[in-house]
């Protein structure tokens, strides 16, 4: 718990500092978490004996979530034809050299890009926005205060579970608690903050709401994988909290569809 404690107290004002000062610092500082949870996604498959290299996952989630999210969407078109080309002539060259198990390594790499990268360069698009920092926070919010109320009545009074297999500590309490938090977080942000807020209170609660139920899966999705990989963590590079995929793998899908939600309505307001 201590250790937990001193961790929070060292990285959440770096992460204020860096959506304060938005632009080139921000954009590197996501870059390089993004590429920590791409090191760590590759290390859960070589737990089971798969061989992906480091090089073309961290690399690709680098390129396409930092360099693609400022270089915009006609990048993306050249990068998938040079990743997919140098993915598949890697993998071919190891495969003739005896490594049987490169077509599931392709596979690997391919995945580590396009749900860390993919998703976890919506982070970058989020701050770009008008009053970006704002709403980067406010998404932020829903998913860390809706996953403390979630851990903390689920703990306490959860009772049935939300999966046996995948996450049997979760409870559908914790999940109706947390969605009950993230709508508070929309009706304060809504209240507070008319002037940049596109939705007005009833509209923001169920949007806040929802954006967390949603963000579940991320959770879900990753405990998944340390299960079948057989650890707690998908690392120890932040002390008490285990590893960056472990604490950003909500946020990832709270970011990535915000945005898009966003997008959507932003013309209109």
């Given at each position: 718990?201590?250790?937990?404690?001193?961790?929070?107290?060292?990285?959440?004002?770096?992460?204020?500092?860096?959506?304060?000062?938005?632009?080139?610092?921000?954009?590197?500082?996501?870059?390089l978490v993004l590429a920590a949870a791409g090191y760590e996604w590759n290390q859960l498959f070589q737990i089971k004996g798969f061989q992906p290299a480091h090089w073309i996952t961290i690399g690709g989630i680098v390129v396409f979530a930092g360099l693609g999210s400022i270089w915009g969407i006609e990048f993306d078109h050249w990068f998938w034809l040079v990743f997919l080309f140098l993915g598949?002539?890697?993998?071919?060259?190891?495969?003739?050299?005896?490594?049987?198990?490169?077509?599931?390594?392709?596979?690997?790499?391919?995945?580590?890009?396009?749900?860390?990268?993919?998703?976890?360069?919506?982070?970058?698009?989020?701050?770009?926005?008008?009053?970006?920092?704002?709403?980067?926070?406010?998404?932020?919010?829903?998913?860390?205060?809706?996953?403390?109320?979630?851990?903390?009545?689920?703990?306490?009074?959860?009772?049935?579970?939300?999966?046996?297999?995948?996450?049997?500590?979760?409870?559908?309490?914790?999940?109706?608690?947390?969605?009950?938090?993230?709508?508070?977080?929309?009706?304060?942000?809504?209240?507070?903050?008319?002037?940049?807020?596109?939705?007005?209170?009833?509209?923001?609660?169920?949007?806040?709401?929802?954006?967390?139920?949603?963000?579940?899966?991320?959770?879900?999705?990753?405990?998944?994988?340390?299960?079948?990989?057989?650890?707690?963590?998908?690392?120890?590079?932040?002390?008490?909290?285990?590893?960056?995929?472990?604490?950003?793998?909500?946020?990832?899908?709270?970011?990535?569809?915000?945005?898009?939600?966003?997008?959507?309505?932003?013309?209109?307001?």
């Open positions: 718990m201590k250790q937990r404690v001193i961790t929070t107290l060292i990285v959440l004002p770096l992460i204020f500092v860096m959506i304060w000062l938005g632009r080139w610092p921000f954009a590197v500082f996501i870059t598949m002539a890697y993998a071919i060259i190891q495969y003739e050299n005896g490594t049987s198990q490169l077509p599931v390594d392709f596979l690997i790499h391919l995945g580590g890009v396009v749900y860390i990268g993919g998703l976890g360069r919506h982070f970058i698009f989020t701050r770009q926005l008008a009053n970006g920092g704002w709403w980067f926070f406010f998404f932020m919010a829903i998913t860390a205060m809706g996953d403390t109320a979630a851990y903390m009545i689920g703990k306490q009074w959860g009772k049935h579970k939300l999966g046996r297999y995948v996450s049997p500590n979760k409870s559908w309490e914790g999940v109706v608690s947390g969605f009950m938090m993230a709508a508070l977080v929309g009706l304060v942000f809504s209240l507070v903050a008319p002037a940049w807020f596109l939705f007005k209170p009833g509209c923001a609660m169920v949007f806040a709401g929802l954006l967390y139920v949603v963000s579940i899966i991320g959770d879900l999705g990753v405990s998944m994988f340390k299960r079948w990989a057989g650890v707690k963590n998908t690392g120890n590079l932040l002390p008490g909290h285990g590893g960056v995929l472990d604490r950003i793998d909500t946020h990832l899908w709270t970011m990535a569809i915000g945005y898009q939600v966003l997008v959507l309505f932003l013309p209109l307001a």
